[in-house]
């Protein structure tokens, strides 16, 4: 819930040119930055082969590296997750 509280000026309150200009960008910024991050982050784990946990601003790649195999798939997955 957002509160907007006029910011007067000078002179008579009924006139509207003598009030501050409001600014909702950062009403926007609050709103938008979160679902964009949830956009961004979602898409992280497309094209994996190993586990991708995600917990708000923690990421852990996981994988079992008991042979050449499994190192090269993490190997891969690491390339992936730095472009």
């Given at each position: ?26 009403v926007l ?55």
């Amino acid at each position: 819930m957002v509160n907007i509280v006029p910011i007067f000026k000078k002179d008579k309150k009924k006139d509207p040119g003598n009030y501050r200009p409001v600014s909702l960008i950062l009403v926007l910024n609050s709103i938008l930055g979160p679902v964009l991050f949830n956009v961004f982050i979602n898409e992280l784990d497309t094209g994996l082969e190993e586990t991708l946990s995600k917990f708000a601003d923690d990421t852990k790649l996981a994988g079992a590296v008991d042979s050449f195999n499994g190192r090269e798939a993490l190997q891969r997955d690491l390339n992936k997750l730095e472009r």
